[in-house]
Nanobody, 122 residues
Framework: VQLQAYGGGLVQAGGSLRLSCTASGRTFTMAWFRQAPGKERDVVATISRSGVTTWYADSVKGRFTISRDNAKNTVYLQMNSLKPEDTAVYYC???????????????????WGQGTQVTVSS
C-alpha cells in the first residue's frame, strides 16, 4: 500500500488548511504525524477504520479534526486556528491490521506517506 499526502502550504497564523492522504489499498487505523526541524516526529491525530474512534494530541485539540472516507481510501486533517508552532512536515501513516498497543508510536504503523510541508507565518 502506498500513501500520498498533499494539501500543505504557507498560511498566516489563524488561518486554515486541509491535508489529505490517499492510500492505494485497504488500511486500518490511520494517523497524522508531524516533524518540525530538529525535533522528533510526533503523533498529531489518529482515527480508527470505522472513523468512530479518534484521538488528538493536546496541542491540537479543538483546532484540528481528523476524518476519513473509506470509499476513497482517504484520510483528512482539517487544521484551523493555525499557529506558528504548527509549522512542520506532516506525514500520514496507516496500519495494515486491527489492534495496536500504543497508536501514538511510529512503530505501530506499516505504511507512510512522503510528507507535506505546512508553514504558518506569524
Amino acid at each position: 500500500v502506498q500513501l500520498q499526502a498533499y494539501g500543505g502550504g504557507l498560511v498566516q497564523a489563524g488561518g486554515s488548511l486541509r491535508l489529505s492522504c490517499t492510500a492505494s489499498g485497504r488500511t486500518f487505523t490511520m494517523a497524522w504525524f508531524r516533524q518540525a526541524p530538529g525535533k522528533e516526529r510526533d503523533v498529531v491525530a489518529t482515527i480508527s477504520r470505522s472513523g468512530v474512534t479518534t484521538w488528538y494530541a493536546d496541542s491540537v485539540k479543538g483546532r484540528f479534526t481528523i476524518s476519513r472516507d473509506n470509499a476513497k481510501n482517504t484520510v483528512y486533517l482539517q487544521m484551523n486556528s493555525l499557529k506558528p508552532e504548527d509549522t512542520a512536515v506532516y506525514y500520514c501513516a496507516a496500519r495494515n491490521a486491527v489492534g495496536g498497543d500504543d497508536l501514538s508510536r511510529r512503530y505501530e504503523y506499516d505504511y507512510w506517506g512522503q510528507g507535506t510541508q505546512v508553514t504558518v507565518s506569524s
